[in-house]
C-alpha cells in the first residue's frame, strides 16, 4: 500500500490482547510499542485465532479498498500495525500461518473491464519501517544474511517513496508493447491503450536499438503532481462538481478509465524505479551491477527517473535523506508518504531474496500523519455485512492533508472509552499516510470549553432491525446483531459482496444495487429477504425501487441538497433527516406539470410560478443489465460460487482449494470434518466453519434455490485428460517458460494430482524452474524426486512411469 477507516463491521476488536504498548494506540484498540501487556505469545491457541482472524478480515478489506475501489478505507498506520500484530501472532502460533493469510501474499486483485496479465515476475510490497531502530534492525538482518563484518560499509540506494500507482512497462527490442497494474503482484490490469498516454513514458526508448535488451520489464510509479491535483480540483469546483480526495487515488483511477482520453486530460507522471524481467540477446550487452546503474541506463533511454534518488553509504547517509525530506516533505513535485532503501549492488540483492510479498534487501521508512484539531458533534453506529455493529464519529468538517473529513470510525465500545472521547469534544484528529482520518484522542487543554459533553453509550439493539445486540463468543469485546438471516445491514453487506471481484464480480451488483434490493426506501416489502433470491429477481419487482443512498464509509444516509429526490429517513437515534433518493432501475420518460396544474391554463400556470418539470419515470436499461449479468454469473467458475456463499474464512485460496479436490458443492457438503481439512489450504478452521454453515437451514436454502436456478454447483470436468497423477502431490517453484504459476497448478489438479505450496515428507515430486530458492534447497536435503520443466511436461503426460530412471532431472 502504502497499504488502507474500515467499514462499521470491519473493524478489529480490542479485547485486551494487543501485543504492544497502549501508549501510542491505534484507532482498533491495538498499539506500536512494547510494554507490560499481554503478548502474542500469552494467548492461547483459540484466543491466538480469534485475534488473528479479526485482523485477517480486517486487512483484507482494507486492501480490497485501496488496491481494487481507489477509495483506501483505513490509514497507513493502522493497516501497518494489523500487518505487523498478524505477523507477531504467526510468529508465536506458526498454525495460523496459511496461503490465506495477508503475510504471505501481496493485496489486491485486477479490476473489472480490464484484461489480466500475469506479470513475467511478481511484483512484491515492501516491508516497513517506522522508526530509527526499525531501520537499524534491518540493516543488522542485512549484515548478517550477507556475512559481512559489523564495520563494513553497504552502498544503500534512497528513493523517496511516491504516493502513487505500481505499474510494469514491457518493452519488446526497445519498443513499448504493454502496461500493468501491480494487481496481487501475480497478475494485474492490462491498461496499455491509458500507458500510452502518459507524455513522460516513451514509447520507443532513446539511444541505439543494438544496445536495448530483447525484453525488459521497467516498474516504476504513475502519479499525478501537487500543483496538477489543484488544478483538477479546481476545475471541478468550478464546475460545480466534488473535488477529489487526494492525487493518489485520483492517478489510481484516472489509469483505469476506461477511455484512455480521460487518463490522458489528467498529466500523469511516472518515474522508474525497479526491473522485472530482463532478457538480452546473445552476444555483447550492459552488464548491470547496481540499481541505481539500471537508473542511469533508463535516462539514457528516455525513461523518467526521480531527481530525488541518493546512493549513500551506511545508515548516517540515509537517515539524512530521511531527515531532509522530512523536513521538505511538501516541497517537491508529488506527494510522498516516506523514504525507500535498497541495498544497492545487485549481488546482494539476489543474495538476500524476498519472502513471499516483499525483499528482504528493500524497506520502507514511513513518516508520521499529519494532524489537527475539530469538534466530535455526534457518535452513529453501523452494522456491517457480519453483524458487527460499529460506532463511528460524526465531526465539524476540517480540511486534514489536501482534503475535507467529517467522519471517521471508531471500532467499537471499548475502543470509545479507551481514547476517552466525548460527544462534544475537541479531539485530535490524523490523517495517516496523508489518506483516512483517525481520532487519536480528546485535546485535554480543551476539556472545559463550555461547550456540552455527553458520554457515548453503545445501543442495546441493532439500529437496523431492533434485534438485541450482543458478544457472539464468551469474552468478545464486539457487539454483534445475531439476526444474520433477515438484518437488513448484514443482509445488504452479503449481496454486494456477492457482486464484489473476489466472488461472483457482478459489476451492476454494487452498493446501491445491494441496498435497493434489501433495503429500498419503496416498496415496503425488499425484494429479497435473504441472498437466496437473487438469482429469481424479476423486472417486475426491480423497477418500482426507490432506495435511499448511503455513505459508503458509514452506511448512514446521505443528506438531502437539491439534487435528485428527498425522504425523511428515521436514524438509530430516533432523530429523522432529509435523505437523497434514488431510483436506481427507472429514468424520466416524460415531464409534466405537478398535480393540480395538468389542466390549468397558461395564465394560471405563470401566476403559480409552475413550470413543466415534474418527472414521469418508466423502466431503465439498468434492471435488465443486471438481470443480463445475474444470467451470466450462473456459469462462473464453482470457488467464486463458493466465495458467494459468505462462508466464514472461505476466501478465494480456501475456496479454489475445496472447488479443486471436491469438485462440487454437494460433495462438500457431505464430507466430513477430517476430509475437509486435509485439502490443502483449507485446515481445520476452515472446516469447521464450512461444517456449521450447511447445518443452518436458510443457508441450505440459498445452495438449493440458487441450483434451481441454474447456478454452477459443480466443476466443468475434462473426460479427456488422463488422470496421470491421481494421489501424487507435487510442489512447482521457480519460474517455467511453458507455464504459468496458475497454469502449473490447474494441469496438476485436472490430471488428479494435489498441487502443494509447501515441501515436506510427503512431497512426491518438486518441479524446479529459474529462481526456485529454498523449497529446492529444502527438497534436496529431503532426497526428494527433482525435475526440471521437460520432467513436469513428462510427467503431466505419463504419469510417474515417465519418471523410472535418474531421479533428479533438474542437474
Partial sequence: MSEKTPAPEQAASSDGTNTASSSTASSDG???????????????????LERWTALRDLVEADQRAYYEDDSPRSS?????????????????????????SPTQRVGGRAAAGFATVEHRERMLSLDNAFSSQDLAAWAVRVHRDLALADDARVDYLCEVKIDGLAIALTYERGRLVRGVTRGDGRTGEDVTANVRTIASIPHELAGDPADHPHLIEIRGEVFLGVEDFAALNASLVAAGQAPYANPRNTAAGSLRQKDPTVTASRNLQMYAHGVGALQWDEGEHTELDRQSAAYALFETWGVPVSPHNRVVQGLDGVEEMIEHFREHRHDIEHELDGIVVKVDELVHQ????????????????????????????????????????????????????????????????????????????????RKAGDVIPEIL?????????????????????????????????????????????????????????????????????????AAALTQPFEPAEAPLRTEAGLFDLTIEQLVPIRVVVRDAETGIPKEFDGVGEAGEVTLADGSTMTAKVARPFQRVVAKTYPPGFEDASPAERRAAGVRKDFPVYGPSSAAQTLLDELEK???????????????????????????????????????????????????????????????????????????????????????????????LTIVVTGSLEGFTRDGAKEAILARGGKA????????????????????????????????????????????????????????
Fill in 350 to 429: 539476489r543474495r538476500l531474496g524476498a519472502t513471499s510479498r516483499a525483499p528482504r534487501w528493500a524497506i520502507a521508512f514511513k513518516y508520521p500523519p499529519e494532524e489537527v484539531n475539530t469538534r466530535l458533534l455526534a457518535i452513529q453506529v453501523g452494522v456491517g455485512r457480519t453483524g458487527r455493529a460499529t460506532p463511528y464519529a460524526v465531526m465539524e468538517p476540517v480540511v486534514v492533508a489536501g482534503s475535507t473529513v467529517r467522519q471517521a470510525t471508531l471500532h467499537n465500545q471499548d475502543v470509545v472509552r479507551a481514547k476517552g472521547v466525548r460527544i462534544g469534544d475537541v479531539v485530535v484528529l
Fill in 633 to 727: 454469473a450462473k456459469g462462473k467458475d464453482l470457488w467464486r460460487v463458493l466465495v458467494s456463499l459468505n462462508v466464514r474464512h472461505v476466501g478465494p485460496v480456501a475456496a479454489r482449494a475445496l472447488a479443486g479436490w471436491f469438485g462440487s458443492v454437494d460433495a462438500i457438503r457431505a464430507a466430513t470434518r477430517d476430509e475437509l481439512a486435509a485439502v490443502e489450504g483449507v485446515g481445520p478452521t476452515i472446516a469447521d466453519q464450512v461444517i456449521a454453515w450447511f447445518e443452518v437451514e436458510w443457508h441450505r436454502e440459498i445452495v438449493d434455490r440458487w441450483a434451481a436456478a441454474g447456478v454452477r454447483m459443480a466443476q466443468e470436468s475434462d473426460d479427456s485428460t488422463p488422470r496421470t497423477l491421481d494421489g
Fill in 30 to 48: 491495538t498499539s506500536t510499542a512494547s510494554s507490560d501487556v499481554t503478548t502474542a505469545a500469552d494467548l492461547d491457541e483459540q484466543q491466538a
Fill in 441 to 513: 484522542g480528546p485535546v485535554a487543554a480543551l476539556a472545559d470549553d463550555g461547550y456540552p459533553r455527553e458520554d457515548f453509550v453503545m445501543p442495546a439493539d441493532c439500529p437496523e432491525c431492533g434485534t438485541p445486540l450482543r458478544p457472539m463468543k464468551e469474552a468478545d469485546v464486539d457487539l454483534r446483531c445475531p439476526n444474520a438471516e433477515s438484518c437488513p445491514a448484514q443482509v445488504r453487506g452479503r449481496v454486494e459482496h456477492i457482486g464484489s471481484r473476489g466472488g461472483l464480480d457482478v459489476e451492476a451488483l454494487g452498493e446501491v444495487t
Fill in 76 to 100: 497507513d498506520a493502522e493497516y501497518d500495525a494489523r500487518m505487523r500484530e498478524l505477523e507477531a501472532l504467526e510468529a508465536a502460533h506458526p498454525g495460523l500461518r496459511n496461503p490465506e
Fill in 756 to 811: 502443494s505450496g509447501s515441501v515436506s515428507k510427503k512431497t512426491d515430486y518438486v518441479v524446479v524452474g529459474e529462481n526456485a530458492g529454498s523449497k529446492e534447497t529444502k527438497a534436496r536435503e529431503l532426497g526428494l524426486t527433482i525435475l526440471d520443466e521437460a520432467g513436469f511436461a513428462e510427467l503431466l503426460a505419463s504419469g510417474p512411469a515417465a519418471q523410472e530412471g535418474p531421479a533428479d532431472d533438474a542437474e
